[in-house]
Nanobody, 126 residues
């Protein structure tokens, strides 16, 4: 059974940085489009960053553009989300999701992702 596991969340102060990681069992994320989402209490789930094939630009939501970087760790076959200059409104549960790269349509935040992780909590507070 495919499982995605996020790690790297925690309690941090405003202005700090975090690096979230997403690792998969059974599948290798190298062959999947991967996106990071977050959901805060009482708010809708929000797509943050998406990485697909090497010849496609990564996508970022306006809310994190300039503060977030999504990338692949080819050694460990993980996908990370580096978040800098964190703000209190970044507090949420962060999820990664994966879909095979060979789906017929462009992979966006609206794509029906096949696999989801359980999430990791990020809390930004002083």
């Amino acid at each position: 059974q495919v499982q995605l596991v996020e790690s790297g969340g925690g309690l941090v102060q405003p202005g700090s940085s975090l690096r979230l990681s997403c690792v998969a069992s059974v599948i290798t994320l190298d062959y999947y489009g991967v996106a990071w989402f977050r959901q805060a209490p009482g708010k809708e789930r929000e797509g943050l960053a998406c990485i697909t094939s090497i010849d496609e630009p990564n996508r970022y939501a306006d809310s994190v553009k300039g503060r977030a970087t999504i990338g692949r760790d080819s050694v460990n076959h993980t996908v990370y989300l580096q978040m800098n200059n964190l703000r209190p409104d970044d507090s949420a549960v962060y999820y990664c999701a994966a879909v095979p790269l060979d789906v017929p349509d462009a992979i966006t935040f609206s794509t029906r992702f096949h696999y989801w992780g359980q999430g990791t909590q990020v809390t930004v507070a002083s």
